[in-house]
């Protein structure tokens, strides 16, 4: 049971372009979201993150914004930039362990962005 | 954030044999994961390793396959018990950290290939 599902799993974007990564979950006790990026052979990188009581968050190039009620957040990149290919997982994490802990992943979306 | 460390980066292993994997953290941390990201997959987390105690394992895992040590608050091992060509996956430690946003941070993952 795929509790977070990211049903995009590659996605192109012309350089200087948005990138628009998506993301669905089923658990409503989910509260906490988070997004990593990662490249080959290297661990995820922390990106952004969300909490339920936000619908946006904001960072830079990045926004995260979540949609409590369609169970659905969106990480944006404006613009994208070559730098910016790599894989792409969002993560949640319960309420009730009150911490960023026992994340659940995504299946990830590899993102290439083209010249 | 947190520097961390995991040694070794990769290895190659004949089945039935086990392997130790340390990770080190530049901060003491009270929250410690262990992950496992098998090919093609997703990061599936096998346990939380809780220091002076025996660790938390999630569900589909269990101590005499993975077990994890946790001296200090800088440091835990995660051991791959009696290995199979199955076990073949990157593993990866966390921390949890607060530092106005909760969040996980990630080690640079140990590629296990088993024979």
């Known amino acids: 049971d795929q509790q977070v599902k990211q049903n995009s799993p590659s996605l192109s974007v012309q350089e200087g372009r948005i990138s628009i990564l998506n993301c669905d979950y089923t658990?409503?006790?989910?509260?906490?979201f988070l997004w990593y990026k990662k490249y080959p052979a290297e661990g995820p990188t922390f990106l952004i993150s969300?909490?339920?009581?936000?619908d946006k968050n904001e960072d830079g190039r990045f926004t995260v914004f979540l949609n409590k009620s369609a169970k659905h957040l969106s990480l944006h990149i404006v613009p994208s930039q070559p730098g910016d290919s790599a894989v792409y997982f969002c993560a949640a994490s319960p309420l009730y362990t009150g911490t960023a802990s026992k994340l659940t992943f995504g299946t990830g979306t590899r993102l290439q962005v083209t010249l | 954030s947190a520097v961390i460390s995991q040694k070794p980066s990769r290895d190659i292993c004949q089945r039935g044999t086990s392997l130790t994997i340390q990770c080190q953290v530049d901060?003491?941390?009270?929250?410690m994961f262990w992950y496992r990201q098998q090919p093609g997959q997703s990061l599936t987390l096998i346990a939380t390793?809780?220091?002076?105690?025996?660790?938390?394992?999630e569900s589909g895992f269990v101590i005499d396959k993975f077990p994890i040590s946790r001296p200090n608050l800088t440091f835990s091992t995660l051991t791959v018990s009696n290995m199979s060509p199955e076990d073949s996956s990157i593993y990866l430690c966390s921390v949890a950290l607060t530092s106005g946003q909760e969040t996980q941070y990630f080690g640079p993952g140990t590629r296990l290939l088993v024979l």
């Open positions: 901060s003491q941390v009270t929250m």
């Open positions: 969300i909490s339920s009581i936000k």
């Open positions: 658990n409503s006790m989910f509260d906490y």
């Open positions: 390793a809780n220091q002076g105690s025996e660790a938390t394992y």
